[in-house]
């Protein structure tokens, strides 16, 4: 079985060591390259090729979120998998609206960096707690003060339309989902569309996050 390829994008030495002890002990995984700087990043995706992009992006003069941008939009191949100590959370929705596949937290332990990257590989979304907290914050909208609040109210999803719901939770674009149900693109637009009227939300995150809270999906897949 051929191994995942990795590059490794850190400005500390420490931290690119510490996570290459962790991930010696997996099989089917090898860093194939790492990065001190978006230079050596963009040299490093050009010569390797890897499957995974490990990095922290929140280092002045080294990375930073154009960085991720950059990738998703020439490199759509490669699967973003952030390690970092921001847990800004306006830098975490920015991320997601990017469709990064994982964002751990520095402090998160051994076992969680594993799991991520197991989840990662079948193609799904893992978020630390810490980093849903602020997608949870993000996504909840208070009632303006004349306004009447309906967030009790109930709303009736379709099957088709939960099923939309937590392909998109996973990060496909329209395009993927109609290929994947064999519905055509304009059929799931639509859906797509009478979802995000049917429960007021305006994107993905919020849509996420009411997954989350109404059960649809579990924080580990989203």
């Known amino acids: 079985m051929q191994k995942m390829k990795i590059l490794l ?3 500390h030495i420490l931290t690119r060591r510490g996570i290459k002890c962790v991930l010696s002990e997996l099989d089917g995984f090898e860093i194939s390259a790492e990065a001190n700087n978006s230079d050596e990043l963009f040299e490093s995706i050009l010569l390797f090729s890897p499957d995974i992009l490990i990095i922290d992006f929140h280092i002045p003069g080294h990375f930073c979120i154009d960085d991720i941008r950059k990738v998703r939009k020439n490199h759509p191949e490669i699967k973003v998998f952030i390690i970092s100590t921001n847990k800004a959370k306006q830098d975490v929705i920015k991320l997601f609206d990017l469709q990064i596949s994982s964002y751990l937290l520095k402090e998160c332990d051994e076992e969680e960096i594993i799991d991520a990257l197991h989840a990662v590989v079948r193609g799904e979304k893992f978020f630390c707690g810490k980093v849903m907290d602020a997608v949870l914050e993000y996504g909840h909208q208070a009632c303006p003060p004349d306004a ?4 009790c109210k109930a709303i009736s999803l379709s099957n088709r339309e939960i ?3 937590k392909l998109i939770a996973e990060g496909l674009t329209t395009k993927d989902i109609a290929k994947k149900i064999h519905l055509s693109f304009f059929t799931v637009a639509t859906h797509r569309k009478n979802i995000f009227k049917k429960l007021q939300i305006r994107n993905s995150p919020e849509l996420i996050s009411y997954a989350l809270k109404e059960g649809i999906i579990s924080q580990q897949v989203a």
């Open 9 to 11: 994008a850190d400005a």
């Open 148 to 151: 009447e609040c309906d967030h």
């Open 163 to 165: 099923e939309i719901i």
